[in-house]
């Protein structure tokens, strides 16, 4: 069973800040979506390889070279704050 | 002009009368989209010109709706989320370029669940859409608003992603077609990204003949994509009058137990008959590990979701909370003011599954039955060409009516989340009305095979009506 402490965990972790009010109703939804991909446990996979992505590609790469230049005017108009070409947050050292 | 113009009739017809398909559709959706809630964002064709660069134009002329997770350049992207209202991208989406450069004009932005997270539409940030068969009932998820407005003709055709059924669920419900490719087929540059190694683009439409038209366009290898394969791009086009004769289609048994609704199950074996009355052998096919493809998908959905969607900061683009006391508290904030109900619940059991002490047992565990799952369908695959079955267990269900209960609303995809899990190719046709309410046949190819998936559906619509039945309302002249 899910804690409410796990759930504050969680929270922290994702950068979700979790209202009181709401938080009884998390641990009961995330306890039975838990209990239920819990199955998986019983799945008789032995050693077989896991599949992180449905082709077998080998990473292309290519030559580290400049192909778009970066308009951060135009990049920037999506942000909520900027101040002379830089996104502006709360201080962060005192 | 009219309402059930196939797309090359439309060209044609574009042709002639340069702007007479795009002011109809215009008009119906400004008569008719207020009683759906199907566009986000409605597009004046001049504030997203064309970029005048040589394409095919083998679409000349042809109105489209995207959804709202391609980003547009210079147009609102919110992908059904507050977390992104009034973004607006300064690029176009892979798919969008190209859809451009065959011809096509952006009519709108379809509405859909938030980052495309839901079965329903009912996620969205900006209200839920309604099914045109029945406005009290859903039109399916994720893609919802692009199916509503094909099936009620307010477009003729509109792209959509599928990453577990987010394309043909919502198309079985809504009646009409939708093709989900191949995984890699099309570029998934500029698709704002949920589960990275499921997600994939595709197309809603009337038919299998529309889809291919606009598939033909938006397929093949992106510089910018590196999981976009280096394949050719076959002629959907052509591949549409190879009929089924020949071909042997297994039937997944699976698909067929208690979950599915007896009348379900009678409009999906009525279609079968119907393909194998045109030649196609029969053949009934266990999978043995699909029934474990719903707990999969909601360890490794999650486990994606929840490190794409950390780049939502409210520092670079999207909602940022006010008057933050310091950086944390930004952050937590900004993004729990602007995720709703399920992508939070959804980032937090994905971070569950990924963090220390649990890692192996529910991510590893859940990677490892995703190669069982895929040896499956590839098991199959060396003795039939295609796999058949229902795409869902009901018929549109009402607003509200899963809600309550998040895992209710998950089993919705049972039938179609193994396809993505493997990464298979899969389309779903309109194969009847069980209680007035369309059903859908789910057909699913080889890697890399969209052309038998076509030259099937192809063959099926040109034995069957259903493709063409109109829900009421919504008819020629209707508004």
New interface residues.
Partial sequence: MLSAEE?KR??V???????PEDQDR?VR??D???G??????A?P?GE????????D?I??L?DDEVREPV?RE??Q?????VAEGY?R????IE | MKLRSRVPELVAATARETRSALEYYRERIRVLNPRLNAFITPVDPQAHPATGAPGTRRLAGLPIAHKDLFVTRGIPTTCGSRMLAGFVPPYDACVVERLDLAGCTLIGKTNMDEFAMGSSNETSAFGPVRNPWNLERVPGGSSGGSAAAVAAGLVPVATGTDTGGSIRQPAALCGITGIKPSYGRVSRFGMIAFASSMDQAGVLARSAEDAAWVLREMAGHDPRDSTSVGLPVPDYVAALTRGVRGLRIGIVQNFFDEGLWPAVADRIREALSVLEAAGAQLIDITLPHLSLSVPVYYVLAPAECSSNLARYDGIRYGHRARDPVDLTDLYCRSRSEGFGAEVQRRILIGTYVLSHGYYDAYYLKAQRVRRLIRNDFLKAFESVDLLAGPTTPTPAFRLGEKTADPLTMYLNDIYTIGVNLAGLPALSVPAGLVEGLPVGLQLIGRDFDEETLFAAAADFQGRTDWHRAEPPGFEEGSG
């Fill in positions: 759930v969680l929270s972790l994702a950068r979700l800040e979790v209202r998390l939804e995330l039975r979506i838990l239920f991909v819990r199955q998986l446990e799945a996979t077989i390889e896991p599949l992180v992505h449905p082709l590609l990473q292309p290519r308009d135009a990049i108009k999506a942000a909520p704050d996104y947050v709360p201080r962060v």
